[in-house]
């Protein structure tokens, strides 16, 4: 059974969407504040949050670099910002979806859903996959990827999008046919989300950005793969 944290500092709020994710057979843990957000975090029982922006004692955004310090579980965050900046903001701080307040909570449950199967898929046969003389390794089993040796921290939206491009290396994919493999079919945005989800994932394994050797830019495409398997 999965767990999920609920962090909002309104009771009703929390009320409501405990009740819905119980009756779909989720298990639930609850905090009012970020400070308690970030305890459960660390106990590790935790396999998605619905974090809220707003809280009384920190921001959603400090709670969410926080949870990325220690894991890579997903984050769903609430909120009633809607301009493009608050979303990027929030995907290079590592959120893996938004949902706007008012809410539906089954469209919530949805994306619960959507996205922690996104993060149970595996679709790779080999356990480990290396590219560049081992310059970037990727556990498959383990959800690891490791670049010169060390290993770093991604996302599950961030790992998906690599582990989709990797499966293919030299293949364009469209920024229509990454948020479908990604984010799903569900997701409502703009394609160019993945633009910075992009952006995101060269910083940690690109050794030059302005010259990536792993994920290519197809000018008016796309992206695709480029890094050779060792």
Not at 118 to 141: G, K, N, Y
Not at 167 to 185: A, C, M, W
Request: proline share 3%; net charge negative.
């Amino acid at each position: 059974m999965r767990t999920i944290l609920i962090v909002d500092d309104e009771d009703k709020i929390r009320e409501v969407v405990v009740s819905y994710l119980q009756k779909e057979g989720f298990r639930t843990m609850e905090a009012a504040d970020g400070k308690g957000a970030m305890e459960i975090v660390r106990s590790g029982k935790v396999d998605l949050v619905i974090l809220d922006l707003m809280l009384p004692d920190l921001s959603g955004e400090e709670v969410c670099q926080f949870i990325r310090q220690y894991s890579a579980i997903p984050i769903i965050m609430l909120t009633a910002k809607v301009t493009e900046d608050d979303r990027v903001k929030g995907l290079s701080l590592g959120a893996d979806d938004y949902v706007l307040k008012p809410f539906s909570p089954r469209e919530l449950i949805a994306r619960v859903r959507a996205n922690l199967r996104r993060w149970q898929e595996d679709e790779l046969l080999a356990e480990t996959i290396s590219f560049q003389s081992d310059d970037l390794v990727i556990h498959t089993t383990a959800r690891e990827v490791f670049k010169n040796r060390e290993r770093i921290a991604l996302t599950p939206t961030e790992y998906k999008l690599l582990f989709t491009l990797a499966r293919h290396p030299g293949r364009i994919f469209t920024r229509e046919d990454l948020v479908q493999k990604v984010l799903g079919y569900d997701f409502e945005g703009d394609a160019r989300a993945i633009d910075q989800h992009v952006k995101n994932l060269r910083q940690k394994i690109e050794s030059d950005q302005k010259n990536p050797v792993y994920i290519s830019t197809v000018f008016a495409v796309g992206y695709r793969f480029a890094g050779g398997q060792s």
